[in-house]
């Protein structure tokens, strides 16, 4: 927001405060003043007059001038090419200081100049301000202007110094002239006055106008018919302010629309009269044309965004620019006032999508307040009455309603005190709300406050306390200890979880990634067990930011073809983040790894990732915070195998619920990431989170030694190695001791003497006790057990 201090002395006396102070004081109050411009510099400047301009006899462009600086005349060398004789000029004499430097007396090419002729550009101001007459050369002067004055920039009202305030999303109220000027007035204990007088476009006969909307993102539309304008200059501070707002002043009329928006925060659009001859007005969406707006560019209108009309033709595009053939001309007669309500989402998205970004639309987007149509309008007619003739006013036309209804609670100034730690009175309390015009008043041992319309953000007793800790000072805070219990700082369940699988895969040597949880369609559709209903945002940045992820697993293979594709092989990633559904986050974990596992080339030593591979880190995740043995199974996969290799891919489960997937990404998949072989997982941690955990014991070492045993079983094909090893390590107890400590498979056959349809299973047995040496006795029992149960229940013989 930029606000001239010029503007704000228009509703309240600043003489006796500097631009700094002012500034000082509003960013001390909570709204940070992110610079001061000044619209112009230069000093020992004066108005001058040229007697005479002569070429220089040794130039083919610069002139000897002769200037009556009012107190003397001056000879000066100037290089502009629109200097004349006849002409009143800015001079800045010898000794004066500007932007480019200081000016000095000098001779050039053999003549003596003794000051500066000046443009514009050289005093500072904004290029963007200027005609391309006013680029190119000095600035010619009104004949009125008076000779010797030495406050040029005064006489030219480029003596105005701007704050460039930047707001809160809180505090969009304050794009508002008027309500910048009240918050102002109240951090600097000043009286405000607002030149507003409600009701003033309450006047007018009846009228034929008809306004009205088709569309849930117009609520409120006024309309007001003016039969007669007069288009001339504006008056001289309204070109003034325009100027420092960085408007152009066009023409008195159109002058008003902008300084009332500027004003009262809403936008306004004048219509032509004789351009809308039925004198109706109907707000659309659901349009598909192209439309020529006021710059002269055609836009393409879509379906979703809002359009004014009259007689079914387009003559706007809503909240953001009318169009050319309504606009007010030099022979406009009659004007049609328009004053809306447009939803500030679809305003949003019409304006980023035409990237046409308006000082209309910019309100729009941040929210206007509910009574500023109202107050817009009543302004606009006071000042067409007064600066444009207007006459023949018929009676204000509405459509719908701003749905507003004005907000007032009591609060309580112990409460407030214990809230800030403070100990205000009452009196200085009530000053406060009373400069921030919230009408209180006690109602016993509360105070009541009326909210006005323009504060959008109070709503409860903790916005008062903030509106008067920062008007009374955050220096009166007073400086105390904080009170709360001593605890212990530990990390809960979750962040222990986390921090141990981080600290484990790394310490495997897997790379942690941190990707994007904002993913596209493509993403989304290859989802691991992904949720029913996904989170797509309202107003993505692009196509491929539209949806939040419901899976890690598919930006984990983007990493992978990142790396692949700049010939880094051998990978291992992992990464640990929430994935998201309708009202639903879950915490998950996702593993990809290709390449080589371990490589010595040296011994000429490779060993691939596989499924066992990341089947095994599974195991050892799992094994590391408690859930071994029979409560994890591994089963065949059924659930995904349009993402997973569906003969090297498993299931994982913790009991009977699903953990999650492990395996090889189904070539198919790899070729859509354009990735070589890689192995993979995702699991849930919120399954591991809410179930229970066995104690992770230490286990002593035994002192005694180990005893193995290799058995081959013939077997059928089907028969799972899974089972035949649970069925070994289930008779594995003597005396109440378990002596059974690993079982391994070491060799698969099928072919040569073995019957068709079977197949030859070796393992190795090892045995040990912890309490004494075993004996061929206790091996012996265990090993025909072993026998007779795998018999059967599997039909396993004994291979000869």
């Not at 229970?692 to 070492?701: R, S």
């Amino acid at each position: 927001m930029k606000i001239s201090k010029k503007w704000l002395s228009q509703y309240m006396d600043l003489s006796d405060m500097s631009i700094e102070e002012i500034a000082d004081k509003i960013t001390s109050a909570g709204l940070e003043v992110e610079g001061i411009e000044k619209m112009s510099q230069g000093s020992n400047l004066v108005i001058g007059k040229v007697i005479s301009c002569e070429d220089h006899p040794d130039s083919d462009h610069l002139h000897v001038c002769q200037v009556d600086l009012g107190d003397k005349i001056e000879q000066i060398v100037c290089g502009a090419p629109n200097v004349a004789a006849g002409q009143k000029v800015i001079v800045a004499r010898v000794g004066a200081k500007l932007l480019g430097g200081d000016i000095k007396a000098g001779v050039i090419r053999g003549q003596e100049s003794n000051g500066m002729i000046c443009s514009l550009l050289e005093l500072g101001v904004d290029p963007h301000q200027l005609s391309e007459e006013s680029k190119n050369g000095i600035e010619v002067l009104d004949e009125d202007a008076p000779v010797g004055n030495e406050n040029p920039l005064g006489y030219l009202a480029l003596d105005d110094e701007i704050l460039d305030v930047g707001l809160t999303p809180n505090r969009n109220d304050c794009m508002a002239a008027w309500s910048m000027a009240l918050e102002t007035g109240a951090i600097l204990h000043k009286e405000v006055n607002i030149p507003y007088v409600e009701g003033a476009a309450n006047v007018g006969e009846a009228s034929r106008l008809i306004v009205r909307s088709e569309t849930e993102k117009c609520p409120l539309f006024l309309g007001k018919v003016i039969n007669s304008v007069t288009i001339k200059p504006s008056p001289k501070w309204m070109q003034e302010l325009l100027m420092a707002a960085g408007m152009k002043s066009i023409n008195n009329v159109v002058d008003i629309s902008n300084i009332v928006m500027l004003e009262t925060g809403q936008p306004l659009h004048f219509y032509d009269l004789d351009a809308i001859p039925a004198q109706e007005i109907t707000v659309k969406d659901q349009q598909r044309f192209d439309y020529t707006a006021l710059d002269g560019e055609s836009y393409h209108i879509e379906e979703d965004d809002i359009v004014i009309t009259t007689e079914g033709k387009p003559i706007g595009i809503a909240g953001i620019m009318g169009g050319d053939d309504s606009k007010i001309e030099e022979t406009t007669k009659g004007i049609i006032i328009e004053a809306a309500i447009f939803h500030h989402v679809s305003i949003r998205n019409t304006s980023r999508r035409l990237n046409l970004g308006t000082d209309a639309s910019v309100r729009y987007q941040k929210g206007i307040e509910p009574m500023a149509t109202f107050k817009a309008v009543d302004r606009a007619v006071q000042l067409l009455i007064e600066y444009a003739d207007a006459s023949g006013l018929e009676e204000t036309k509405q459509y719908g309603s701003n749905g507003y209804t004005p907000l007032e609670f009591d609060v309580n100034l112990d409460r407030i005190n214990v809230l800030l730690g403070t100990d205000f009175q009452q009196e200085e309390v009530m000053k406060v709300l009373d400069d921030l015009h919230l009408e209180p008043s006690v109602n016993n041992s509360d105070i009541h406050v009326k909210i006005p319309s323009y504060r959008m953000d109070l709503a409860i007793e903790a916005d008062i306390a903030e509106e008067i800790i920062r008007i009374l000072g955050y220096d009166r805070l007073p400086s105390t200890m904080p009170k709360m219990p001593s605890t212990v700082g530990a990390l809960n369940r979750r962040q222990q979880l986390r921090r141990k699988y981080r600290n484990m895969l790394s310490d495997l040597g897997y790379n942690e990634a941190v990707t994007y949880s904002l993913v596209g369609k493509k993403e989304i559709e290859d989802a691991v067990m992904p949720h029913k209903d996904i989170v797509e945002l309202a107003a993505p940045m692009s196509e491929d930011h539209k949806y939040v992820r419901d899976s890690i697993l598919p930006s984990l293979l983007e990493c992978v073809a990142y790396n692949q594709a700049r010939s880094i092989k051998d990978i291992a990633l992992f990464e640990i983040s929430n994935v998201y559904g309708l009202g639903h986050v879950e915490e998950r974990l996702a593993v990809a790894a290709s390449g080589a596992l371990q490589e010595n080339r040296w011994q000429k030593f490779r060993m691939e990732v596989d499924f066992y591979t990341v089947k095994g880190l599974v195991e050892a995740l799992l094994e590391s915070i408690g859930y071994q043995g029979s409560r994890v199974v591994f089963k065949e996969n059924h659930t995904d195998i349009v993402h997973f290799h569906p003969y090297r891919s498993a299931e994982v489960y913790l009991g009977r619920e699903l953990l999650g997937l492990v395996g090889q990404i189904h070539p198919k998949m790899a070729q859509a990431y354009d990735i070589t072989e890689t192995l993979a997982l995702e699991i849930n941690l919120e399954v591991l989170l809410k179930n229970k955990p066995g104690k992770v014991k230490f286990t002593e070492v035994s002192k005694y030694p180990s005893i193995s045993r290799d058995l081959a079983f013939v077997v059928k094909e089907d028969v799972k190695v899974a089972d035949i090893i649970s069925s070994i390590k289930k008779n594995g107890k003597l005396e109440k001791e378990n002596i059974i400590q690993n079982v391994e498979v070491f060799d698969v056959y099928t072919g040569e003497h073995v019957e068709k349809g079977s197949k030859s299973i070796a393992l190795s047995i090892v045995f040990q006790s912890a309490q004494r040496t075993l004996k061929d006795a206790d091996i012996n029992e265990i090993h025909n057990r072993i026998l007779e149960t795998l018999e059967k229940d599997l039909h396993a013989q004994l291979r000869a």
